[in-house]
């Protein structure tokens, strides 16, 4: 059973320079996760470059995550397809696997209206017995999942969560007013996780995280002990990177972040392509600037088991 808190890393997926899957070099990351004290691992979102994998890549990528875990965090799923019946498909097959959970978007390139949407979650909810929290990123995925929609979502006990991209922190506490602790929230955006959770958000769907697990760790750390002091001072630091997060090539920025701290490499699946020229200078010098003043936060974890304050 899943505990919607804590740093959920969104892992990228590494590729070689044959553009085949990098397996040394996304166990590398996956371990460094890990070893920081994360609670979950999250696989197949944009992140992970899911809608350019092949069927057989998403099994494959699966299947290792799964056995190099070996059950010490929750490995989630993530589902985003176009229709109804490929989101069942998926949810249907995923318990068989081994997996823990699912996060699931609103239909892909079809902006469906509130009876769609609960239509559609429901339908994947009822094809299986796996927690699912729902991915709400009104932004760039144009549909929002309102209030009234997670009202009619509350008959579905297995979705019991929501992954809060809205950029509307407010959203944290409207959601908490209306359903109290029906619902387990999960900031999605890295600029505005500490305030999420400050607020009453369990945790953090991360992205930066991927280059920095430590850090992550130690500011949701630091603000569930209270220590809102010096989970600020790290969040200053850490936030011209985490504004990385929130621009279209978030992929490419983050990667050449991981390359940057030696947790991965720079190697992007077509159509992205790796950065180049003065837009990737400007990036790296935002990177190089904030690894050179890379404050100490070894004390705000504990190593190889879920975090806690030391």
């Known amino acids: 059973m899943i505990t919607w808190k804590g740093v959920f890393p969104a892992v990228t997926t590494k590729f070689t320079a044959d553009d085949k899957l990098d397996f040394k070099m996304f166990d590398l990351n996956l371990q460094a996760q890990l070893q920081a004290g994360v609670n979950g691992i999250i696989i197949g979102g944009t992140l992970g470059e899911s809608s350019v994998l092949s069927s057989q890549e998403k099994e494959e990528l699966l299947n290792f995550t799964l056995q190099q875990v070996e059950g010490r965090v929750p490995v989630v799923l993530n589902i985003a397809e176009g229709t109804t019946k490929e989101a069942v498909k998926i949810a249907e097959s995923a318990a068989k696997k081994g997996l823990s959970g699912l996060m699931l978007l609103p239909p892909m390139r079809y902006k469906s209206d509130h009876r769609e949407t609960v239509a559609y979650f429901k339908a994947v909810a009822a094809a299986t017995d796996l927690q699912i929290m729902i991915y709400n990123n009104p932004v760039d995925y144009k549909v929002d999942v309102t209030l009234d929609m997670f009202e009619d979502l509350t008959a579905c006990k297995n979705i019991d969560a929501v992954k ?22 999960m900031s999605g955006v890295d600029t505005l996780a500490m305030e999420s959770m400050l607020v009453g958000a369990k945790g953090w769907v991360a992205g930066l995280v991927c280059a920095f697990p430590q850090e992550t760790v130690a500011i949701y750390n630091l603000v569930m002990a209270g220590k809102i002091k010096e989970a600020v001072e790290i969040n200053r630091w850490f936030m ?25 490499t720079e190697t992007v ?20 600037d904030a690894v050179a003043v890379r404050p100490s936060v070894s004390q705000y974890i504990q190593n190889g088991k879920h975090a806690v304050v030391l």
């Open 240 to 264: 011209p990177l985490l504004e990385l997060d929130t621009f279209s090539k978030l992929v490419q920025y983050i990667k050449l972040a991981e390359a940057e701290v030696g947790l991965g």
């Open 164 to 185: 809060e991209s809205t950029r509307d922190v407010v959203n944290v506490t409207r959601m908490i007013n209306r359903f109290g602790d029906r619902f387990s929230i």
């Open 269 to 288: 699946r077509a159509p992205r392509l790796i950065l180049e020229g003065e837009e990737r200078k400007a990036i790296l010098k935002i990177i190089r």
